[in-house]
């Protein structure tokens, strides 16, 4: 099985940042995309960054500019800086990656971390 663990999140004003963490382990072939996505209250999950194991990127557009994902393929492990945080990013952060393992590929997510941005 693969497990996925997050780190980070918690209370910041609003204009602040905080960086996530997020590392991937189990039995691991490679891994081909990680990345975060976002629940508010009241809303429908979000992809807010992704990463590929080359290094290419996909960001929300609400999030372009002001977030930056970032991957460190030999320890399994993905970065997603915000800065610039808004009330509206307000959210459980899930981290979740597209896993090949020995007995075939599947998408694992990690279990959440909070993230509030206070005004």
């Known amino acids: 099985q693969v497990q996925l663990v997050g780190s980070g999140g918690g209370l910041v004003q609003a204009g602040g940042s905080l960086r996530l963490s997020c590392s991937a382990s189990?039995?691991?072939?490679?891994?081909?995309?990680m990345g975060w996505s976002r629940q508010a209250p009241g809303k429908q999950r979000e992809l807010v960054a992704r990463?590929?194991?080359?290094?290419?990127?996909d960001y929300a557009d609400s999030v372009k500019g002001r977030f930056t994902i970032s991957g460190d393929n030999a320890k399994n492990t993905v970065y997603l800086q915000m800065d610039s945080l808004k009330p509206e990013d307000t959210a459980v952060y899930y981290c979740?990656?597209?896993?090949?393992?020995?007995w075939g590929n599947g998408d694992y997510r990690g279990q959440g971390t909070q993230v509030t941005v206070s005004s």
């Open positions: 990463i590929t194991s080359g290094g290419n990127t």
């Open positions: 979740h990656a597209n896993v090949n393992t020995p």
């Open positions: 189990g039995r691991i072939s490679s891994i081909n995309t």
